[in-house]
């Protein structure tokens, strides 16, 4: 397919990566899922702009980008609130926006409710696959720009898409999720909760966590009561997923994001849901997480409505004849 | 051995089959083989098998299966898994390394733990042939066992940030290669200039469940020859 240069990167952000939806069919190479970290807001991204669900976008974090617009093109920004402009002027997130050559797109400050936000360009971000995705992971060196986080002078690419949207497309209200500093992540117990005392499980499930500054796209170190093991505080290597909540000998959990490892000998007492990974993509240090456990058929209906909601984005969107 | 496999959801998308839990070989055998079996059967809604030591998860498309389906399907293949064999290839990969020093900063403490000399150690640990069990962790590092009783030593107390690529460390009973400069608790003994994870190759991870693996003590001056960093 032929692509077309997108964006000069003037400032990069503090972590922006390209991402899609992951890496699949590698764990058994210890090669990890990747992909965008909250995945709602990744597929808002592309929906806005007509995207299949898996196009790349860029995942900015924290503090976003300044990029300069390098070919006319159609971008939506969807996820944490940022205050972003164009040229200087206030542009909507969750929304279509027509860029033309010499936009500058500006995040202004840092995110004020979520982490991360992703930006969707129509026809999608154009990166060599590797492995099945265009993913960067970042600790592996691979995928996405080179391996790496964008940097100041990247030119970015772009898929070339059929044509551009011709109508105005904006999220509804009740569609945009509403981030809080307390995020409540639903978990399922196990796979190792029987290796914790019935106290320990209970504060795990009671108390608040705070996300210490050592987080990032592969765990999140929490702050907070202590969970008791009741005594090995190891198990015989065994995989784990995203969303694996494992607890060290320290007693402080460690929720695995989407860089994981493939494989750990800590004892999991949880594992958080779909939903609940993709809700906890949008913590940042100092938000704290109430985890809530469900059973393992409220955890299916609430995977299969989370899949039902990403499949009706599309049809409930504004839309409006330009 | 668990006299039947045991089951268990984990999340709202994958299960975990649990055959035992020691690293223990003809265990991590039926590891493989059920794992062989998954994919052939081409059961609908698999997606991703990730087998360790003792342990295989299953993910599955919660769209196209459930966990009860799931567990119905293997546990009909589980009949008739004492009948087959994992297929592995068993090949030889023989590791240079370079023992000690600044290669290998917890060699002397490996030693001390077991009251023998750092010679010593080097030769127990190259002289034993090892079996890669499981891929996992980052990139490519192989899970091998099991390392004599008077080489087995537990992990570090704290962890160390930064290990560079080629890393030969142990854990308990357990010796593995870090693909990658990456974190990590393993004792570190030596270092290897093999690359263990190249994605210009067409097979990007150089070791496989099955390998037979043993070390071959160099000199710092061969390591270079063999192309490894400083």
């Known amino acids: ?322 | 051995m668990y006299s039947s496999l045991k089951y268990s959801p984990v999340g709202d998308r994958a299960l975990l089959v649990k055959f035992g839990d020691t690293i223990d070989l003809d265990i991590n055998h039926n590891v493989h083989a059920f794992n062989g079996m998954i994919q052939e059967a081409k059961i609908p809604g698999v997606e991703e098998c990730v087998p360790a030591y003792a342990s295989l998860l299953v993910y599955y498309n919660p769209l196209k299966t459930s966990y009860e389906q799931m567990v119905f399907t293997l546990k009909d293949l589980e009949s008739s898994l004492d009948t087959h064999d994992a297929k592995l290839e068993t090949r030889m990969i023989v590791v240079p390394t370079v023992y000690g020093g600044s290669f290998g900063p917890d060699l002397i403490n490996v030693a001390e733990y077991h009251h023998l000399t750092e010679t010593e150690i080097v030769r127990l640990h190259s002289e034993a042939e090892y079996v890669v069990y499981m891929i996992g962790f980052i990139v490519g590092f192989p899970y091998m066992g099991k390392v004599p009783d008077n080489v087995a030593t537990p992990r570090l107390e704290t962890p160390r940030l930064k290990i560079p690529a080629g890393s030969v460390g142990i854990a308990g009973n357990q010796t593995g290669i870090y693909p990658r400069e990456s974190p990590g608790g393993w004792r570190i003994i030596g270092r290897t200039p093999l690359v263990l994870f190249d994605l210009s190759s067409e097979k990007p991870v150089l070791f496989q469940p099955g390998d037979k693996v043993r070390f071959k003590p160099i000199s710092e001056k061969e390591y270079e020859k063999l192309g490894g960093k400083p």
């Open chain 1, 1 to 322: 397919m032929k692509s077309v240069d997108l964006f000069r990167v003037i400032k990069p952000g503090l972590f922006t990566s390209v991402q899609d939806l992951g890496r699949f069919g590698y764990q058994r190479f210890g090669i990890p899922v990747s992909g965008a970290m909250d995945k709602y807001a990744f597929v808002c991204a592309n929906t806005l702009v007509g995207n299949s669900v898996n196009d790349a976008c860029l995942e900015v974090t924290l503090l976003g980008p300044e990029l300069e617009v390098l070919n006319p093109t159609q971008v939506s920004l969807a996820g944490a609130d940022f205050s972003v402009s164009v040229n200087d002027e206030v542009a909507p997130m969750w929304a279509l926006l027509n860029l033309k050559k010499g936009d500058v797109i500006t995040f202004i400050g840092s995110a004020e409710r979520g982490c991360r936000t992703y930006v969707a360009v129509r026809g999608g971000i154009d990166v060599p696959i590797i492995l099945g995705s265009r993913s960067t992971y970042v600790r592996g060196g691979f995928g996405g720009y080179e391996g790496c986080l964008l940097q100041a002078g990247n030119v970015i690419r772009g898929l070339e898409s059929p044509e551009f949207l011709k109508e105005r497309r904006v999220m509804p209200t009740e569609l945009i999720p509403k981030y809080e500093s307390k995020i409540i992540a639903d978990v399922t117990l196990g796979p190792q909760e029987e290796m914790f005392t019935a106290e320990g499980v209970e504060t795990f499930l009671s108390q608040e966590y705070t996300l210490t500054t050592e987080s990032d796209r592969m765990g999140y170190r929490l702050d907070g009561a202590l969970v008791k093991h009741k005594s090995a505080t190891e198990i015989v290597t065994d995989p784990l997923l995203p969303g694996a909540v494992q607890v060290p000998g320290n007693g402080k959990p460690i929720v695995l994001m989407v860089d994981a490892q493939t494989t750990g000998g800590y004892p999991k007492i949880a594992t958080a849901t779909t939903p609940g990974l993709s809700r906890l993509g949008q913590a940042k240090p100092g938000d704290t997480i109430q985890f809530k456990e469900i059973s393992s058929t409220k955890a299916r209906d609430c995977y299969l409505e989370f899949y039902a909601s990403l499949d009706q984005l599309e049809m409930k969107l504004i839309r409006q004849p330009l």
